[in-house]
């Protein structure tokens, strides 16, 4: 859910300067994501994490599905930084 991709951010503990972590975006469009002629408009969630190599952070962009909510594309936005960010730290050893 978007409170536990939230926390996986707050939970850092830095101490200067401010950071922006992520963005959400809400797109629509006519029959545009789902793959079929569904005679409506259709809307996704994106999440962008934004870079930050000092936090360790890498740069992500998620985009949902067509019928995916937001807390859904929160939990697979946070499984997929989580394995995203242990990808850069084995890269940065």
């Known amino acids: 859910m978007l409170k536990a991709l939230e926390r996986h951010f707050t939970s850092r503990g830095w101490y200067s300067g401010t950071h922006v ?31 930050n190599l000092d936090m360790e952070i890498p740069g992500l962009v998620v985009k ?18 989580i394995a ?3 990808k850069l730290k084995l890269e940065n050893q």
């Open 21 to 51: 972590f992520m963005s959400l975006r809400l797109e629509g469009g006519f029959e545009a994501y789902s793959g079929h002629a569904s005679e409506t408009w259709e809307y996704r969630w994106v999440i962008v994490i934004q870079e």
């Open 64 to 81: 949902g599905g067509s019928n995916e909510t937001l807390d859904q594309l929160a939990d697979r936005t946070l499984e997929l930084l």
């Open 84 to 86: 995203a960010e242990e």
